[in-house]
């Protein structure tokens, strides 16, 4: 679910409309700014879940804006364009991750995008997730096998007799592998 969302609008009226459609969506964490140089700065302090850039902004038309958010961070991004420039920005956006919607934006349209950003952003979370604990599995293969290269080393164990003492330890002391893989570190590393 959607928690945290920041509006870029020049426009009074764009902004109402998609504060509104947040408020009834259940964000509660609404950011407003009026360009993208201010959007550039707070982004640079801190994340998102949704941007929703209404275009054209003060400083530039939004397009760039929206393709750095949308490449470099996990929000997703909704960009709102003039009708006439719908294809063209769509077509270049879209290979960035952009939803493109046109204006005028009618409620329904509004609201079936934002489902739509609101299932990528849960799926980069579940993907977010898995990677963070892949990356400790392998963190910890990597300490159990260094801790078995050292008990090859010191104890003259061979590689199967290393990760056997391992497991077992791990077991009789009702510990984690890589818990007993660490202790052995400190033992023969220092």
């Given at each position: 679910m959607v928690e945290s969302a920041l509006i870029v609008s020049a426009s009074e009226k764009g902004t109402s409309f998609v504060t509104e459609m947040l408020k009834e969506a259940?964000?509660?964490?609404?950011?407003?700014?009026?360009?993208?140089?201010?959007?550039?700065?707070?982004?640079?302090?801190?994340?998102?879940?949704?941007?929703?850039v209404n275009a054209p902004l003060r400083d530039e038309s939004g397009e760039s804006l929206s393709r750095h958010i949308a490449s470099k961070g996990t929000a997703q991004v909704i960009l709102l364009v003039k009708v006439e420039y719908y294809g063209a920005?769509?077509?270049?956006?879209?290979?960035?991750?952009v939803l493109t919607v046109s204006k005028p934006v009618n409620r329904e349209i509004f609201w079936s995008s934002l489902r739509l950003a609101n299932s990528a952003q849960n799926r980069i979370k579940r993907m977010r997730a898995e990677n963070s604990k892949l990356k400790q599995k392998i963190e910890?293969?990597?300490i159990i096998d260094r801790a078995k290269?050292?008990?090859?080393?010191?104890?003259?164990?061979?590689?199967?007799?290393?990760?056997r003492y391992i497991e077992k330890q791990a077991m009789d002391l009702r510990s984690t592998r890589r818990a007993v893989a660490e202790g052995i570190l400190k033992t023969y590393e220092n």
């Open positions: 259940s964000v509660r964490d609404i950011a407003v700014l009026k360009s993208c140089g201010e959007a550039r700065r707070l982004l640079s302090e801190r994340d998102f879940d949704l941007v929703v920005v769509s077509a270049v956006c879209e290979e960035d991750g910890d293969i990597r290269c050292l008990l090859i080393s010191y104890l003259a164990m061979s590689e199967q007799e290393a990760h």
